[in-house]
């Protein structure tokens, strides 16, 4: 009877924590202003990256996302340009894919470097394996950016949220959220608009 | 034998509730793209300030709005939940709305062949609007953007989920509205 009954306790335990499993990303996520760890993932060129192995950099355009949501596709020639355009004034798009491969195989390794290479990604695009980066930042979705700022405190959340304020037509945006947070950093300034919502496709867990 | 039976259980219900939002079927991609000669389907497109009224309705019927896709594989997964349960709780005056995101350009393509195919009974509108930033808040100021995401609400009361739904929950959901 004892037994029954620490197995039925072990199983309310066990299906509580695997229900909280999904809110942990949201309510645990950091907030702009929190200071983001470090992380060490693997570059589809093999190649392990970290935040820290760019020395020169002065922040960094962390972009969560992947190969098969469409949004996240209607954003690839935006993301590319964001590196292309802040990458040599210190702040290179790092490239990070959450979803779990298992579920989402078109999100493989294999494929991610097919993507890269046919779309000409000139960022890393590293995989989050384990899936234990993106719930500390706290993404929810594909595309979702957080833009860090290097300080003496180490990487600061300066923005999270959408790239611009039109994903079907890059032609008509009229706010580009993360070149407007980017080039204040660069000049000193506050970023203007430093949380933004837009649709996503949900991280596959 | 009991022991057994319990910690089958326990797996159970944990990897259950682990994967509901990301147990993935691909219809999307096999919808096929040559169907638009046989759609004359009429869809109901929305900007926000248009759409707006349908979260806004004070009749005291329960409302069940799902934001979903057809590219979205967890929203297509729980769809035919809504669908039994707008047919099991008409009668308590409950009324789902499904609420596409497709992209405009595959409304023909894509949203219409799914409606039809699938036969869908509750009411579909689809809303397009760009200015997400603008109008996700509006929703509901706690959504972070991800679908699928649902309100229900009765009159000036609404709760709102970002998150998959089974039947059992959704049901139980819905019937805090009932009582």
């Known amino acids: 009877m004892k037994t029954i009954k620490i197995l039925s306790l072990l199983t309310l335990i066990i299906g509580l924590s695997a229900f909280t499993v999904n809110k942990i990303a949201v309510a645990d996520g950091y907030k702009v202003g929190d200071v983001a760890e470090d992380f060490k993932l693997m570059n589809i060129d093999g190649k392990m990256v970290s935040l820290s192995d760019y020395k020169d950099a002065k922040g960094y355009i962390v972009t969560f996302t992947c190969n098969t949501c469409p949004y996240a596709v209607g954003y690839e020639d935006r993301i590319i340009a964001l590196n292309n355009k802040y990458a040599s004034m210190g702040y290179p798009v790092i490239a990070i894919m959450p979803n779990n491969t298992d579920v989402q195989p078109g999100d493989s390794m294999d494929k991610m470097k097919e993507r890269a290479k046919s779309k000409g990604f000139t960022f890393p695009y590293l995989i989050d394996k384990e899936q234990s980066v993106y719930p500390k930042y706290g993404a929810t979705k594909t595309p979702h950016v957080f833009i860090l700022q290097k300080t003496s405190k180490g990487n600061v959340v300066k923005y999270i949220g959408a790239i611009d304020d039109n994903y079907q037509d890059a032609s008509a945006v009229k706010t580009k959220y993360v070149e407007n947070a980017v080039n204040a950093l660069l000049k000193g300034d506050d970023v203007p608009e430093k949380e933004t919502k837009a649709i996503g496709c949900t991280i596959k867990v | ?179």
């Open chain 2, 1 to 179: 034998m009991r022991i057994i039976k319990f910690l089958v259980l326990a797996l159970i219900v944990s990897s259950c509730n682990n994967k509901k939002a990301s147990e993935a079927s691909n219809v999307v991609s096999k919808t096929k793209d040559n169907t638009i000669e046989i759609t004359n389907t009429d869809l109901e497109v929305y900007d926000f300030n248009g759409f707006q009224k349908f979260l806004e309705k004070k009749d005291d019927k329960v409302y069940v709005v799902n934001f979903w896709a057809t590219w979205c594989a967890p929203c297509v997964k729980e769809m035919p939940y809504f669908e039994k349960l707008n047919q099991e709780y008409k009668k308590e005056n409950v009324e789902v709305l499904f609420v596409s995101l497709d992209f405009p350009h595959l409304y023909e393509s894509k949203l219409k062949p799914f409606i039809k195919d699938k036969n869908i009974q509750s009411k579909v509108v689809a809303l397009n609007d760009v200015d997400m930033n603008t109008w996700i808040p509006k929703v509901d100021e706690n959504w972070s953007g991800s679908i699928p995401a649902t309100i229900i609400y009765k009159n000036d009361t609404s709760k709102f989920y970002e998150q998959s739904f089974t039947y059992e929950s959704l049901e139980k959901e819905l019937k805090q509205f009932l009582k």
